[in-house]
């Protein structure tokens, strides 16, 4: 965004830095849809009903360069990632997502355009994953690092909460929601769309097979199974987890809070279960089950909880020895887009 | 910060970005203290009890340039400062805090002990201005530009919340806490603690008299009177919010929310009268009462509210033009520091 022409070239699409922020507030706030707060934005902070008398709450941060790269999310791609994110943390507590306050941090020479595109994409995402959740607070400031900071709220609807602690041997480990679709979209990312110096190019679909597409997709514009957490907690799940940073990572902590021994099936991960095992960004929702109870629809079984042994994890039966958690955002010289 | 000589100059103080995040997530929780959270930091969300049945929520972030500049700021007073602004706007609905999500964006070369004193920051304003308040969550990313998002939640403890539209023709309008210190001491740090490009040195106390110190310290680790947050709304406050841009600004803020005219004396902002109108970051508590009611010790009375008239704002019974929200940082080359 450095090479941007400025105001002059975009008459009609201001630069956030030459738009008051009363201005800005108010295009954005037209776009996030009713408000069902007790008191909506506007005050000094919003104010919830939770008669639950428990609210869960998380936060979850976006940071242009590691975490995602303007030349491939659109900005309703990125606001509808910044709010699945977070739903999934609620959702992975078997809770119901309620409300989105939405810390964004943009440099003076963003569009107005953008912002209320953004606003779309947190709006289409509520809509789509999690109804009746909407945008109830945020701020605006400014950052020569674009910075989504999301702090999810949530319901549990009188359920106890889902713990990463709660998985005991003979529970079986079951996995909602994609498996390796995103780590191998943003393989695609790297590989077919920089440029000869390793910079980010626009992505064209046209160039991309189905399963690249739905694969990029999946990176750039996730949409986890949030209705399935309280699915989940209803089914009695005895530990959930939403998985970030990939299933051998995220079962590895499961198994660690719990300890237990989780043994994963690969086969069971389905085509992309290289990518599903090292990658991350699925957030999907690992659980595990009492054996024997009907899973929700949705969830389909990955392996099983077993006594704890040496290893925490173990696939197809040995124990697991890779680079779990691998992010080529981080191995990536920030320099270079 | 690029002038780091890197790691190999601090061996005993590594950089994040060669501390895996579980280390240094563990080296946080352990400054953080006790949690109060049914489910606290750990899990994918917090769990907190909200016995009222609603939950007071706000969002606001620093970013390094236009909020803070480590040359100024220690890292014990940005933890501060990044839990005290937030507190206030949980104070300012006649809230409670009881807890803070701290979304930490970092650059890979900030040091280890970097994050322990900006953790030890965040529990002294705890402790200090909101007792029983601690952090239950929060989540750990990479960025170039530091910054720092907090999430503050609050209870009501069955009160009714104090919004800014409440405030009706014949109440008084008393303020909590400093007026114009922070400002104040912003202009101190501009003037005298800049080298001859203009990029900021760190600061001397020893060369200020005690009450540029003190002024120095309210915009570097302000102090809000949490407490009288309650406290006003227990009193009867009609209206209230948290004064972050300035006498001014915020009281024509509330003045339009109420379709009223607010009429300030701003003799009654004593010696730093200037700074506190036009002026920010004090965060003190502007609130307004019927008329009669004792005041909560900690306010004193600075205006009227009257029927609205052309203008939402009197200083000394004229209509008040100026530059309501100065604010330097924004004004200021990013370059220079």
Redesign the interface.
């Known amino acids: 965004m450095t090479d941007d022409p400025g105001p002059a070239a975009h008459d009609d699409d201001p630069r956030v830095g030459d738009i008051s922020e009363r201005q800005l507030l108010r295009s954005i706030l037209a776009r996030l849809g009713p408000t069902a707060a007790?008191?909506g934005p506007?005050?000094?902070?919003?104010?919830?009903?939770?008669?639950d008398?428990?609210?869960?709450?998380?936060?979850?941060?976006l940071?242009h360069?590691?975490?995602f790269r303007l030349a491939w999310s659109t900005p309703y791609d990125l606001g509808y990632k910044s709010a699945a994110v977070n739903l999934?943390?609620?959702a992975?507590?078997g809770?119901r997502p309620t409300?989105l306050?939405?810390?964004l941090?943009l440099p003076n020479e963003t569009r107005g355009s953008f912002v209320e595109q953004f606003a779309d994409g947190l709006r289409g995402a509520c809509g789509e994953l999690a109804p009746g959740c909407a945008v109830?607070?945020?701020?605006l400031?400014?950052?020569?690092?674009l910075?989504v900071?999301v702090?999810?709220?949530?319901t549990?609807d009188g359920r106890e909460?889902v713990?990463?602690?709660g998985a005991g041997p003979g529970d079986v480990v079951a996995l909602a929601g994609e498996a390796g679709a995103a780590a191998r979209g943003l393989d695609v990312l790297f590989r077919r769309f920089r440029d000869a110096a390793g910079v980010p190019v626009p992505v064209r679909r046209d160039e991309l097979d189905p399963g690249e597409v739905a694969c990029v997709t999946a990176q750039l514009r996730p949409a986890p199974p949030i209705a399935l957490g309280p699915a989940a907690a209803d089914a009695g799940a005895t530990a959930?987890?939403?998985v970030s940073d990939g299933i051998a990572l995220d079962a590895t902590r499961l198994a660690e809070?719990s300890a237990v021994t989780v043994a994963v099936d690969s086969a069971a991960l389905g085509a992309r279960r290289g990518w599903a095992v090292d990658g991350g960004e699925d957030h999907g929702l690992l659980a595990t089950f009492p054996p024997g109870v009907p899973l929700p629809p949705g969830f389909r079984i990955i392996g099983q909880v077993r006594a704890r042994a040496d290893a925490p994890l173990l696939v197809d039966d040995e124990p697991y020895v890779g680079r779990a958690g691998w992010d080529p955002y981080?191995d990536w010289d920030?320099a270079t887009g």
């Open positions: 007790l008191v506007g005050d000094d902070a919003a104010v919830l009903a939770v008669p008398g428990r609210v869960v709450a998380s936060v979850d941060t940071v360069g590691p975490d999934a943390d609620i992975a507590m809770a409300a306050l939405v810390a941090a109830e607070g945020g701020d400031t400014v950052s020569d690092t910075t900071a702090t999810a709220l949530g549990l909460p713990l990463r602690s959930m987890m939403d809070a981080r920030a």
